[in-house]
């Protein structure tokens, strides 16, 4: 049984009797009493000043509480008893800790409601309230952009309805057939022009020009040329239905995308200036090192791939693990590679000609690579090529947990957030279907009560992620499209 326990002192010779009351309150159907000297400690609380009414003032009780029995004394509350175990804590102890299994969000709403404010909060709490303030912000984007697809609110010419058309064919494959074969095709381009890339270095492959020089297979450059014309045309189409030019520019992928199509222009550009202009050595050296570039297109997979972007996303989480195994590694090559050149300095036939000589060393023994081009040949020596090698392991196993750690949690976040935004979006469809009920309802002229029983209910505790006005509009559009497939 839940009871609250009596204050330790009671003030005998006090002339506010209000501190000696007590009252009886029944939390979603559990019941305890509460003492006036505790309650009135936050006399602004919703309970402070439920104590301190008159019992006779029906009007001011019932906009405090949800239902009372004047001859019990107790006032009802239709809360969660869970979150009122958490807050009834203020009243002792001036602060507020949140239970496992509650949420934050509605813990807020809990605290509200009882007029306690979110100061008497504690830190650790309050940092779990701001992750779930995040991950709801993150749901309604992702809501929000899922709804935006839908064309809700018709554009306002045909250009802008065009634009918003092709932006959706080019990046959204999830929208429509056409856009997921779109979607394939260029990964399909991408990894053609990989393997192109890597066919032409053959020397079996390659053909010889009227100087004797190897160059690529006429359809090998054939089929690069297609490549690069279908990036090229992707990049414009993308480019000119993006709704915001400046983001498209400064976006990675699309950094990634123009360097993967630019240096087949400006070799095409050198190779004319080259034959007019510029000494022809010098141009083939340019092509040579532009050529090299093209292996930034095999970052594009990445577009199509989110098993790479989330990935990325982890290794950017991850910043400051990799910065910790870098120190830890530069910290081991600095100090085995002079304690390595120090000690191999007795042999004659000594492999460490100088410390900046034994970074490559101690670098390939701390990564267990060991391609045995440098050794130690002193019995010293030995020994701290082992060390060095067990100092490598300890140091690159350290931070690796902590990174697979944030690539699982962010993986598994993204999943959480997908989930909950097709939650929501079924949600959207059983309120419209509803409202679609009452309407008809109303239509055929039936009783008010059936027409009240209908309405969808919704609680001070529900959790708003777009406005209502929006969300009624877009959730009738997303029910008909639903319906029509």
Same mark, same amino acid.
């Given at each position: ?44 609380? $919703? ?44 009243? #002792? ?5 949140? %239970? ?8 807020? %709403? ?18 779990? &309230? !701001? ?65 192109? +890339? ?41 480019? +000119? ?30 190779? #004319? ?8 050595? %010098? ?13 930034? $297109? ?6 199509? *791939? ?34 390595? #050149? ?84 079924? &949600? ?28 969808? *209910? ?6 708003? &992620?777009?406005?209502?006005? !929006?969300?009624? &509009? ?7 499209? !639903?319906?029509?497939?």
């Amino acid at each position: 049984m839940w009871t609250i326990p009596k204050p330790r002192y009671r003030n005998c010779n006090s002339l506010d009797t209000r501190d000696e009351a007590e009252i009886a309150v029944n939390i979603g159907g559990v019941k305890l009493v509460l003492y006036g000297d505790v309650l009135n400690r936050y006399p602004e609380s $919703r309970l402070a000043e439920l104590i301190n009414c008159s019992t006779l003032n029906y009007d001011i009780i019932y906009s405090l509480c949800d239902d009372y029995d004047p001859g019990k004394r107790e006032f009802y509350f239709d809360r969660d008893p869970d979150a009122f175990r958490c807050i009834i804590d203020v009243y #002792y102890f001036g602060e507020i800790h949140i %239970k496992r299994g509650i949420c934050p969000i509605c813990f807020i %709403k809990e605290m509200e409601f009882w007029k306690i404010d979110q100061s008497y909060l504690d830190e650790c709490c309050k940092s779990d &309230l !701001t992750e779930k303030e995040e991950e709801l912000a993150e749901i309604a984007n992702k809501v929000k952009l899922i709804l935006d697809d839908l064309d809700v609110v018709p554009s306002v010419n045909r250009s802008a309805r065009y634009q918003k058309f092709l932006w959706k064919l080019m990046e959204k494959p999830e929208s429509s057939l056409p856009a997921r074969i779109i979607a394939i095709a260029s990964f399909l381009f991408v990894l053609v022009s990989s393997l192109v +890339m890597c066919v032409g270095t053959i020397p079996e492959v390659q053909m010889e020009d009227d100087e004797g020089d190897l160059v690529e297979h006429p359809t090998l450059e054939a089929i690069e040329t297609a490549c690069i014309g279908w990036f090229t045309v992707e990049y414009l189409l993308r480019f +000119m239905s993006s709704p915001n030019k400046l983001h498209f520019f400064l976006s990675f992928m699309n950094i990634i995308d123009f360097m993967a199509i630019m240096p087949f222009y400006v070799v095409l550009t050198l190779t #004319y200036l080259g034959t007019t202009m510029m000494d022809l050595a %010098k141009v083939q050296q340019a092509v040579q090192a532009l050529r090299i570039m093209r292996i930034a $297109r095999i970052f594009k997979l990445a577009r199509h *791939s989110s098993g790479l972007q989330t990935l990325t996303y982890a290794l950017k989480r991850s910043f400051k693990e990799l910065g910790l195994l870098l120190m830890y590694m530069g910290i081991g090559i600095f100090v085995f590679s002079a304690l390595g #050149y120090t000690l191999e300095q007795s042999h004659p036939e000594t492999l460490f000609s100088s410390i900046p000589q034994s970074f490559w060393w101690a670098i390939i023994t701390m990564t267990t690579v060991g391609y045995g081009d440098i050794y130690p040949k002193t019995t010293l020596g030995k020994c701290n090529a082992a060390i060095s090698f067990l100092c490598g392991v300890i140091a690159i196993a350290l931070p690796i947990h902590p990174i697979i750690n944030n690539f699982v949690i962010f993986y598994n976040k993204q999943r959480l957030l997908e989930t909950a935004a097709k939650h929501e979006l079924e &949600l959207m469809e059983l309120q419209s279907s509803e409202d679609s009920m009452v309407k008809a309802t109303r239509k055929s002229g039936a009783l008010g009560a059936l027409e009240s029983s209908m309405r969808p *209910s919704r609680s001070d505790n529900s959790i708003p &992620l777009i406005e209502e006005s !929006t969300r009624t &509009l877009k959730s009738k559009k997303y029910c008909s499209e !639903t319906e029509s497939f």
